[in-house]
Structures are given as structure tokens and as C-alpha cells.
């Protein structure tokens, strides 16, 4: 071989090792970006993201975001606390009689008695079935010969059946409680001897959930007319299939949709969100967007997020900014507390200020990443920070509405906390069995919320939904 034939072989075995070693730092790039993402996604749990506490992967003490307080612990001076108070009149009384002296063993049974001093005691009566038996006539007409019968009272068909209350506190325990089918047939038959069946049990239920449509009805109506409204969502699953369940909420009212789709397409049949034309708060997923109301954003998963940030990536302007959403609540709630129905615009324009000064810091901090020499199909991906940033910026209307108007709440906690319930049916009771089991639990839950927010005792007004006389809330 020649020496210009050995150029020739070095210099194309130079240009394959220059492409391998391409290759291998675009591998290594792409590698690297993917234990980022990895390590960023197990580094998620509660404290500073979206995810439940029940997906918290470590046992860890969370961190609250709340600032220590200077007032000691337990009640604060002027609380009004609660306490077993004695009763005027009780339902039994027993006398404890003084035989003789205690100091000179002097016998005092005929003492008359100077004064009493009164303990009492609560407590449950025995729990026993009460069976009321109907004796219904039959005669027979002197005239016609023909027998009449006695007309028994309305509902009761079978020759023995339960009682309405019994119903009530079948469906309390499944639909309040969630309690499952097996653990109430266990109670009745621990506390009343009654062999209820889980027929009998999803029976009232379904009776329970026909009675009660025009409230549900009326409730929507109620919601698509207040000046705020809570909305949220959350996953369950519906005869082993994946649902969503939709939670649309005030502080007096609640009503929860299930639909199998999560977006656009679940809310429309619901058919709240649609005909509202108030302020929306929700946690800025995108299908509520498309709505034509004002929207105010959870600050809370902001909060989260920034928090995210802050631990992960050691972003400054992030900690300023979590800084500054909590002194903006913390000024809306001395407005309010001092009977304001804005904030001074001096105030709140230096905040703002404040706002958008942190905003531009974060994305000195992320520039936009280099376009790539080949453009790709889709959005391109961003870092978790500007992701946020470009949030803030964006929907900065919506991000700080509780700003602007005093009557916004500052998170979505009302939402959360009605939608809670529905974790934990799903944690105690699992799936929804039946196409029917998710449709007739909103209903009744949303009735119980509601009503339970109103101040009302739950098992009277389930009995008066059994029996087909429903209570309607107050609007």
C-alpha cells in the first residue's frame, strides 16, 4: 500500500470515529436528559407538586408552608370551647341515699335532705329491633257479599319489610360513611340481629338516588348563577374502567359529575361550567380554559411548584416569589379582616411591581433553550421552571385575581376538600362495580355535602329521600 493510499484510509477511519463519537455524545446527551426527567419525577411527592399525599413514595415529615405562629398552643383567649353540658331534665334518675354519718357513723335515714348535687351519665340504650304489626280488616258487605279490605299504610306491600329509617341508615353508612356492603350487613346483624341483605342495600340506594334528581337538578341550576365556583377532578375507576369524577362547589353547595372522559367533552355533559358565567377556580387544566368565565388559578399548587423548584434546581427567584404570593394572601386577608372591599391600589400595584421584577429574574436565570438543527414534530420540551415561568406570565390575570378582587379565594382548597371524600370511598370500598354505583354515589354525596354545609342532620333528610319527599337546600 502507498503512502497516499494510507492518507486516504486514515483520513476516512478519522472521519467514522468523529461520527461515532457524535453518535455517542448525542446518546450520552439524550441519556443524561432522561435521568434528569427521572431523577426531577421521583424527587415529586406532595409537598411540592400536584401528586396526592397517597402516592408519596418515602416516609417523610412534609414541610408546612405555613410561617410558625407567636400565640401558644390550644384555644386562644375568647374561643368559645365545647363540653358535655349537663342536661335540665334527664331521662332517668337514681337517688344515692346517705344511710349514716361519715364522721360519726350517726344513723341518718331519717335525716330529711338538705341538697342534692346531680351527676349524670350519657348513654346508649340497648340497641332492639321494634316491629310494628298493621292488622288490616276485611268484612264482608250484609248487602253484596262482597269483602272490603282495610287500606294499609302507604309503602308497605310485602307481608314484612324494613322500615324507611332502617333504609336511611343503610344507605348513611354506604354513601357518608363508605362503609362496603359487607361491613354494614355485619353491623346490622351485630347490633340488631336484622340478616340485611346487599340486594336490600343497593336497593335503597337506587331508590334513594331516583328520589333525589330534581334536587341534583336544582343544585346545578344554584351553582351556574354564584359569583364563584370551585372546580376540580379526580380519577376513579367505574366497572374496572378508568372514570373522572367532576366536583363544581361553593361553600354551601356541591355537586359531582362522573363522566369517562376528564376534558372539555366530561364538563359539557355535566353541563355546569358551560352556563356559568362567574369566577372559576380551578388548578389551570387546560379544558377549563376554553370556558368563556374568569378564571383564577390555585396559588397553592404554585406554591407546590415553586417549592419543586426551589429544592431541586436551587432557584433564588423562585423562594422571592413564594415569598410574594404569601404576603399578597397575607394582605388580602387584613383587608378583609378590616372590612375592605378592595385592596389599597397603592399596595397592590407595589406587589404587582414586586411580581413581575421576580418574573423577569427567572427567565434571565432559563433563556430558551437553542432551537435543535432539526426541528421536531409537537411541542418542544421545556425546563420545569419555565414551564412555570411561562405560566405566570402568561395567566398573570389569573394568577393573582384574588389580588384584584377581594371576594377570590386565594387556592382551591374548597374544591380539594369536597373531592377528598372520593379518595377515600375508593381507598375503603375500591371500584364502582356497577354502571350505576359512580352516578348514584355523586348524587347522594353531592345532597349530603350540600345539606351537611347547611347545617342539617344527614339521617332524617336520607329517610325523607327514601320515602320519595326529598328537602330541597337553600339557594
Not at 455517542?24 to 435521568?35: C, D, G, K, P, S
Not at 344511710?99 to 357513723?105: G, K, L, N, P
Not at 432539526?374 to 419555565?386: E, L, N, Y
Amino acid at each position: 500500500m502507498d503512502k497516499d493510499q494510507e492518507i486516504e484510509r486514515l483520513r476516512q477511519e478519522n472521519q467514522e470515529l468523529k461520527a461515532a463519537l457524535q453518535q455517542a455524545m448525542e446518546t450520552i446527551a439524550q441519556l443524561t436528559q432522561q435521568v434528569q426527567e427521572l431523577e426531577a419525577r421521583l424527587a415529586k411527592d406532595s409537598h411540592n407538586s400536584h401528586l396526592p399525599p397517597s402516592s408519596d413514595r418515602f416516609a417523610r415529615q412534609p414541610k408546612s408552608l405555613r410561617k410558625k405562629s407567636t400565640k401558644p398552643s390550644g384555644g386562644q383567649a375568647g374561643h368559645q370551647g365545647h363540653h358535655l353540658m349537663q342536661v335540665a331534665t334527664a331521662d332517668l334518675s337514681v337517688v344515692q341515699e346517705v344511710s349514716i354519718c361519715e364522721h360519726c357513723q350517726q344513723d341518718l335515714r331519717a335525716q330529711p335532705v338538705d341538697h342534692l348535687i346531680r351527676r349524670q351519665v350519657v348513654d346508649l340504650p340497648v340497641p332492639k329491633v321494634v316491629v310494628t304489626q298493621y292488622q288490616l280488616e276485611c268484612k264482608r258487605c250484609p248487602r253484596c257479599q262482597a269483602m272490603s279490605q282495610a287500606q294499609a299504610p302507604q309503602g308497605l306491600a310485602a307481608p314484612i319489610q324494613y322500615s324507611a329509617s332502617i333504609a336511611a341508615l343503610a344507605v348513611y353508612l354506604s354513601q357518608v360513611q363508605l362503609l362496603p356492603d359487607g361491613r354494614i350487613t355485619q353491623l346490622f346483624t351485630d347490633l340488631f340481629g336484622l340478616p340485611l341483605s346487599t340486594g336490600s342495600i343497593h336497593r335503597w340506594i337506587a331508590q334513594c338516588a331516583e328520589h333525589l334528581v330534581p334536587v341534583e337538578e336544582a343544585i346545578k341550576t344554584a351553582l351556574q348563577q354564584v359569583p364563584v365556583l370551585h372546580q376540580d377532578e379526580t380519577g376513579l375507576y367505574q366497572g374496572g374502567k378508568r372514570a373522572w369524577m367532576h366536583v363544581s362547589a361553593t361553600a354551601r353547595l356541591t355537586h359531582y359529575g362522573v363522566h369517562a372522559k376528564r376534558g372539555r367533552e366530561a364538563m359539557d355533559a355535566i353541563g355546569i361550567a358551560p352556563h356559568f358565567q362567574g369566577i372559576g377556580v380551578h388548578d389551570g387544566w387546560e379544558s377549563y380554559q376554553g370556558y368563556t368565565y374568569t378564571h383564577a388559578l390555585c396559588n397553592v399548587h404554585h406554591l407546590r411548584e415553586l417549592t419543586f423548584i426551589e429544592e431541586r434546581f436551587g432557584q433564588a427567584w423562585a423562594t422571592r416569589m413564594k415569598e410574594l404570593l404569601l404576603d399578597m394572601k397575607r394582605c388580602c386577608d387584613q383587608a378583609r379582616a378590616r372590612g375592605q372591599s378592595d385592596l389599597d391600589a397603592l399596595v397592590r400595584q407595589r406587589l404587582i411591581e414586586r411580581y413581575q421584577a421576580i418574573i423577569e429574574e427567572g427567565y434571565a436565570a432559563h433563556p430558551p433553550d437553542p432551537s435543535p438543527p432539526v426541528p421536531k414534530r409537537g411541542r418542544r420540551k421545556q425546563h420545569p421552571a419555565r414551564c412555570l415561568l411561562n405560566r405566570l406570565h402568561e395567566r398573570q390575570e389569573q394568577v393573582l385575581a384574588f389580588l384584584h378582587q377581594l371576594h377570590v379565594p386565594f387556592d382551591n382548597s374548597q374544591a380539594e376538600r369536597d373531592i377528598r371524600m372520593v379518595k377515600v370511598q375508593q381507598k375503603v370500598s375500591g371500584c364502582f362495580r356497577g354502571e350505576q354505583g359512580a352516578p348514584f354515589f355523586c348524587r347522594i354525596r353531592g345532597y349530603v355535602s350540600t345539606m351537611s354545609k347547611q347545617g342539617h342532620a344527614l339521617l332524617a333528610l336520607l329517610e325523607s329521600a327514601i320515602t320519595g319527599h326529598p328537602v330541597f337546600p337553600q339557594f
